[in-house]
């Protein structure tokens, strides 16, 4: 059962994280995501356990639990989408490519109005 491990301390280190869960039952792996470019630790992380009841338990007993200082956030992991999966936010087809909004097909783009203010005192300016 793979589970996540969230609000970890930046600090926190595989071998450690595995003592945790360790103590619920058999570890298979355990993994702390970093950033690519800084190196250092994102704040959560994915343990696997192959024993579903011990997977539970531990689920049940670490969330919320304090480690140094900061309360975990554990729960069974959910499977990535297919957008998750090549790095994609999903889409909920109000965005455009660049992930602004797009504005709805019966709606078209009007010139502001001159307001006298500040703006029409630049434009003035350089006129």
Known sequence: MNIYVGNLPYRTEKEE???VFE???EVESVDIIVDRRSGRSRGYGFVSMPNEDEAKLAVEELNGSELDGRNLRVDFSRPKSEDQSRGRRPSSGQHNN???RRRPANQTHQPAQKTGGLLAKIKSFFS
């Open 17 to 19: 994280l595995q003592e």
């Open 98 to 100: 660049q992930g602004q």
């Open 23 to 25: 103590a619920f039952g």
